[in-house]
């Protein structure tokens, strides 16, 4: 049997512990103290973090994490764990997969420090976020950086930037969304029904900042049309998840499914691009959120498509990747 001597970890954003208040409230500090997501002086910021957020908004976050936590914890760790498995059952024994969280456990220090004591020094970095943006890759990349800053010793690293217009991915994403169609049928696209594709949104001061992480949307969005020979009035794109008062990216998720509703539509399908695992903001902000938001609109039925998390074609996706950026180290 070979030695393990390459490693691949694949970083999510991460999640707390679990569904309590005091948890939620760590992961929460944890999060909104990197300045890649709120770009504000810490002595400005961090006396509304410790009032506001850290009551009124960690209380309804906790209820949301609640409302989609399992048996067997959070659907985001699982999620992860189980894509970290399905990936290691494809490649061969040189190969140690890892999952870890960018913000909460496992971090990526705690699964790099678990690396060097199993003297693997080769190390593949790939953040979970198809389209790179300086709020979900960047703050990656910042971690590792801290952590190659802090050693006295060190890994030979490689990582990947995005994967946005990979043809696994695109594939991965057309075929999750058509063994939907086969189980629940094919929306009536003649009678306006449509296909919502919704991204994570991000403030547009960051996109103006020259964040390329609009136009990488942009792109998957074109292929995966391309892929379903869908126009773009079947299969609209929207932003989610927005946090502040700021000005984000538009249309909003959550607008556009009241206008929909409104409009008297029979049908609506929803599927993330940019989640690979689910999580609270795909489970309980669109399976919940946007489904009521539609339904109470005056929408018909509301299809959450699941992320692409460790199905097959995903998985080979992700071998494919780790393939090519891993090519040479023998």
């Known amino acids: 049997m070979a030695v393990k001597s390459i490693a691949v970890v694949l970083v999510n954003m991460g999640t707390p512990a ?27 910021w961090r006396p509304i973090l410790e009032t506001s957020i850290m009551h009124g908004h960690a209380k309804k976050s906790t209820q949301k994490y609640v409302s989609i936590w399992t048996g067997t914890g959070s659907p985001l760790l699982n999620n992860a764990k189980a894509q970290a498995d399905a990936l290691a059952a494809r490649l061969d024994t040189r190969f140690y997969i890892r999952p870890a969280m960018r913000y909460g ?9 678990e690396l060097y004591s199993l003297d693997i020094k080769r190390v593949l970095v790939l953040p979970m976020y198809p389209q790179f943006s300086t709020t979900t890759v960047a703050p990656v990349f910042d971690a590792l950086g801290s952590y190659i800053h802090n050693s006295q010793d060190q890994f030979e690293y490689r990582t990947v930037r995005d994967f946005h217009d990979h043809d696994g991915y695109i594939e991965a994403c057309a075929k999750r969304i058509e063994q939907t169609w086969e189980s629940q049928g094919r929306p009536d696209f003649a009678a306006g029904e449509k296909l919502l594709l919704s991204y994570h949104g991000i403030p547009v001061s960051v ?71 689910d999580c609270l903001e795909t489970e309980e902000e669109i399976g919940i959120l946007n489904r009521e938001a539609f339904q109470n609109a005056g929408g018909g039925n509301f299809v959450r498509i699941e992320c692409l998390n460790a199905s097959d074609p995903f998985i080979a996706a992700l071998e494919d990747l780790v393939q090519k950026h891993t090519c040479g180290w023998d």
Do not use: H
């Open 207 to 277: 996109r103006d900042a020259g964040d390329p992480y609009a136009g990488e949307c942009d792109n998957t969005t074109a292929l995966l049309r391309e892929r379903l020979e869908l126009s773009a009035t079947e299969c609209e794109m929207t932003y989610q998840s927005k946090f502040g008062k700021g000005e984000w990216l538009t249309p909003a998720t959550l607008e556009r499914v009241v206008e929909l509703g409104r409009a008297g539509l029979s049908r609506l399908d929803v599927f993330c691009p940019g989640f690979t695992a």
């Open 105 to 113: 456990e496992p971090s990526l220090k705690s699964v790099l420090d």
């Open 18 to 44: 679990e569904p309590t208040l005091g948890a939620v409230q760590r992961f929460l500090r944890e999060f909104l103290l990197d300045k890649r997501i709120v770009p504000v002086p810490r002595l400005v």
